[in-house]
């Protein structure tokens, strides 16, 4: 959400949301998944509200990295910026398999679209990934995308 306060609100809703959906008997087999399913569309719904279509300069889009090691430090802020770069799908996808490490099925549930549409936004999403990044990975030779 690029906004720390935005963020933290986001959070606090989405328990809010699931603690609300206990309380109605709902049987919830997925745990991380459903919080994941909620997090996304309360980010949706603000997304797509008149209040965030604000522009962020690229320089005020950053994370702060708390890794010592200066070159992580780089790579980390080069692949956030990458990410930035991708299709909203196809960043999604791509967050839930790298970081959130959940099955193609369990994306698929998530994004509410079939397995076989997670495995395109993946590959194209990785394919845009490599094409950004090339002339910077030559000097990161352990990174694999």
Request: aromatic share 12%.
């Amino acid at each position: 959400m690029n906004d720390t306060a935005v963020s933290d609100d986001l959070f606090q809703d989405t328990f809010f949301q699931f603690y609300n959906s206990t309380q109605n008997a709902r049987k919830i087999t997925n745990v991380k998944g459903y919080l994941i399913k909620i997090a996304r569309n309360l980010g949706l719904n603000l997304k797509n509200s008149a209040k965030s279509h604000e522009n962020v300069p690229l320089e005020e889009n950053t994370s702060v990295f708390y890794n010592t090691n200066i070159e992580e430090n780089e790579l980390s802020q080069l692949i956030y910026q990458a990410l930035d770069l991708l299709p909203g799908n196809h960043k999604e996808a791509f967050i839930l398999q790298e970081y959130e490490e959940l099955s193609y099925d369990e994306i698929s549930v998530i994004l509410n679209v079939p397995v076989s549409t997670v495995t395109n936004w993946l590959y194209r999403a990785k394919t845009k990934l490599r094409e950004i990044l090339s002339p910077y990975l030559k000097n990161y030779p352990k990174v694999i995308i």
